[in-house]
């Protein structure tokens, strides 16, 4: 009996180190890489529509820097993770901007409220768009005011570009 | 049976290609673009430059300036309710408003609730820099993010008109005589928008406005 609580404690005990050592160094400039290689043309690997892919984009830019895919299940917000673009195989904290607002707010481990002039090269910008009930739109941050982007595809733009008055924006900074 | 099977093969491929042929000009219909301001009508390009001149006018005034020049821009028109999440949302900003709004909610319309999104820009800028400052914790912001307060902030004002200019392509000018209301889809930024403008003392307001995101509506000649 002794020895099952043991075994138990020590389980437990990986388990928590695992969580709390799960940590990395984003590799900014492997993020910025990526996106200007795929910031006019989408990756094919990870393309599921042209209409809907800011978010896509975004993630698929965050996890070029290393940061690692979490879980598996699609309808919550602590996943995070792209394995095809069907039903159930990626979570919608990957693709749509409020639930990765969200995800971000519940992984304080990875990501931090930040103001945009306090961003660095690979962190996230969210925008809502002037009266909009939720984050409508993702695009990744890039030194010296600017961002890229898609839908519409655009690359290395001023941050500002075609951001009407009004429009709330969020900057989330990688800490991993 | 081999035969009626490839006959329901044939009309499901036929049936298909129809309808993708169909999908194709319905979009293609769409890309319409938009239409030149040299195209547009007196009073289509009048509507057009307004809501130009509106958004160069308010976005290039710092947030507290703007919350007390929305009233030049906006009106609460009763044909233009708010919706009950709109409603929520000013209910929400009310503590925070004063006496600036109008306070009997049955009147609250577009005005009202710029007047409100305003205040929430300006709060929750406030908070993100206390946030980054050191001076409010996360239970305080967890809190503030109760009471509909988040650390936000908006874009720089306008340096130049022609920031503001090129926000906008118009799509569409729909116009309902006997109200004297006019209603344009047009884009906004890299959103849409559909804003719907009063005349009222031979003066334009804006009554209504709902904004897409870019992926919402058909696409465009400029999207492609």
Redesign the interface.
């Known amino acids: 009996m002794r020895k099952h609580i043991v075994w138990i404690f020590l389980a437990l005990l990986l388990f928590t180190t695992q969580l709390v050592t799960a940590t990395g160094n984003y590799n900014r400039t492997a993020a910025i890489n990526y996106a200007d290689q795929y910031c006019a043309t989408p990756n094919p690997a990870y393309f599921c529509s042209g209409?809907?892919d800011c978010t896509n984009f975004t993630s698929q830019v965050l996890h070029a820097g290393g940061l690692p895919e979490i879980g598996w299940w699609q309808w919550d917000r602590d996943h995070w993770f792209f394995h095809g673009c069907g039903w159930f195989r990626h979570s919608n904290t990957w693709s749509v901007p409020s639930w990765f607002d969200d995800h971000a707010w519940r992984t304080?481990s990875r990501y931090q409220?930040?103001?945009?002039s306090?961003l660095e090269s690979g962190d996230v910008i969210l925008?809502?768009?002037?009266?909009?009930?939720d984050w409508?739109?993702a695009a990744v941050y890039i030194e010296n005011n600017l961002r890229s982007?898609h839908?519409?595809n655009?690359c290395r733009v001023w941050i500002?570009?075609?951001?009407?008055?009004?429009?709330?924006?969020?900057?989330w900074h990688v800490r991993w | 049976m081999l035969g009626r099977k490839i006959s329901f093969l044939l009309f499901f491929a036929v049936t298909l290609s129809l309808l993708g042929v169909g999908a194709a000009a319905w979009n293609k219909s769409q890309e319409a673009n938009s239409i030149p301001l040299s195209n547009l009508t007196a009073e289509q390009r009048s509507v057009a430059q307004y809501l130009i001149e509106a958004?160069w006018q308010?976005?290039r005034l710092s947030l507290e300036e703007?919350l007390y020049r929305l009233s030049e821009f906006y009106i609460n028109d009763p044909r233009f309710p708010l919706s009950p999440?709109?409603k929520r949302?000013v209910q929400q900003m009310l503590p925070l408003l004063g006496d600036t709004v109008e306070p009997v909610s049955e009147r609250w319309g577009q005005l009202t609730?710029?007047q409100a999104?305003?205040k929430?820009?300006i709060e929750?800028y406030s908070l993100?820099?206390r946030?980054?400052a050191g001076q409010v914790n996360?239970q305080e912001v967890a809190r503030m993010r109760q009471k509909g307060i988040?650390?936000?902030?908006?874009?720089?004002?306008?340096q130049s008109r022609k920031?503001?200019e090129?926000?906008f392509d118009f799509y569409a000018f729909e116009k309902n005589t006997r109200e004297g209301i006019v209603c344009v889809l047009h884009r906004?930024?890299?959103?849409k928008a559909k804003s719907c403008l009063v005349e009222q003392g031979g003066h334009w307001y804006i009554a209504y406005?709902?904004?897409?995101?870019?992926?919402s509506l058909p696409p465009t000649e400029s999207?492609k």
């Open positions: 209409w809907n304080s409220v930040r103001s945009i306090n925008f809502q768009w002037p009266g909009a009930s409508g739109h982007q839908t519409p655009r500002w570009y075609n951001v009407p008055s009004g429009t709330v924006v969020r900057g | 958004e308010l976005g703007r999440e709109q949302f609730f710029e999104w305003t929430r820009l929750g993100l820099q946030m980054e996360s988040e650390p936000i902030e908006t874009r720089p004002p306008y920031e503001a090129e926000l906004f930024g890299d959103a406005r709902k904004v897409f995101p870019w992926a999207q």
